[in-house]
């Protein structure tokens, strides 16, 4: 699978690992508990 190609970011929690939250382009993805106050526009990773 080419993660780059899908353009999505997942992010894996301690409480849920089998179920990532998964964001696309457009959104606004963020890390919270393990980066605090941390957010990142999606499309800004996909260039």
Known sequence: MDVLKEEVIRVYRAG?????????RGEVAEAEPAVPRWTMLVDNLFI
């Open 16 to 24: 849920d690992p089998e179920e990532p939250q998964v964001y696309r």
